[in-house]
């Protein structure tokens, strides 16, 4: 934190720049250690398997996805738009696991976090739509989607589509 506090205040490894003005930053710079209170069994417990974060974050992708569609999407829809950030059904053996997304797609089915819904199309026969299911109601409603719009408002590169929002 000091050094990153020296170089701020242009007190660099050469040193060159002010003792002073270095000083002065390091004296105002506060460093915090955040320690859990739960107790140790319980923490182990709850850890989170790194090797999971390409799943889990592929599953919170997809769950916002179908959040910002009003709660149902289309299933060729959600593949198109997993399609834009390089991530396609036809995969196998990646980060997401023996059969790739599609199988992070089964999973969240099969734990009822998203419902595959069959749905009677506009000209006639059938469409999959999926739903958000019973188990990812914490997803759904004003909080999240306004959550979802907030982050996307500051997403880099929206700031022009932000402020064209905001007049």
Sequence with gaps: AATAAAAAAGDGPDGEGGAGTAAAAAASTQTYTLRSLLPTALQKSHNLDPVDDPKRGLMTVIAAL?????????????????????????????????????????????????????????????????????????LEGPEMKALIDRWLSNAPGAGAAADDAED
């Design 66 to 138: 179908v959040q910002m569609a009003d709660g149902q999407m289309e299933q060729e829809e959600l593949w198109r738009h997993l399609g834009q950030l390089g991530v396609h059904r036809d995969e196998e053996a990646n980060e997401f696991g023996r059969k790739g997304a599609a199988e992070v797609v089964a999973h969240m089915e099969k734990a009822r976090y998203l419902v595959l819904n069959k749905v009677t199309a506009a000209g006639g026969g059938f469409q999959q739509v999926y739903a958000l299911g019973e188990n990812a109601r914490d």
